[in-house]
Nanobody, 122 residues
Framework: QVQLVESGGGLVQPGGSLRLSCAAS????????MGWYRQAPGKQRELVAA???????HYADSVKGRFTISRDNPKNTVYLQMNSLKPEDTAVYYC????????????????WGQGTLVTVSS
């Protein structure tokens, strides 16, 4: 069974930093793209950052220059380094994997983690 498990959320003061991790498990052969989305109370889920297996990255304008996404392909793990955090970054952050292929050849078009809460407050 394929699953994504996030960690690293918590409470941080404005201007602080957090690092989120997301590990994919389940006899994985390859993953095309991995990314982070977030959903604040009363708002729609939005893309924060994404990275392909080749290392190409994409960021939402609101986090450019503050957040960095990286990936460890052999470990099937994606990270999100968040610096200069603002109260408006408060949200549940979800890990996402697209084009996930397991060793049997089965492909999962999209897999989601359970989410981890990030709260930026003084």
């Amino acid at each position: 069974q394929v699953q994504l498990v996030e960690s690293g959320g918590g409470l941080v003061q404005p201007g602080g930093s957090l690092r989120l991790s997301c590990a994919a498990s389940g006899s994985i052969f390859s993953i095309n793209a991995m990314g982070w989305y977030r959903q604040a109370p009363g708002k729609q889920r939005e893309l924060v950052a994404a990275i392909t297996s080749g290392g190409s990255t994409h960021y939402a304008d609101s986090v450019k220059g503050r957040f960095t996404i990286s990936r460890d392909n052999p470990k099937n793990t994606v990270y999100l380094q968040m610096n200069s955090l603002k109260p408006e970054d408060t949200a549940v952050y979800y890990c996402n994997a697209r084009g996930l292929v397991v060793v049997t050849g089965e492909e999962y078009l999209e897999v989601w983690g359970q989410g981890t809460l990030v709260t930026v407050s003084s």
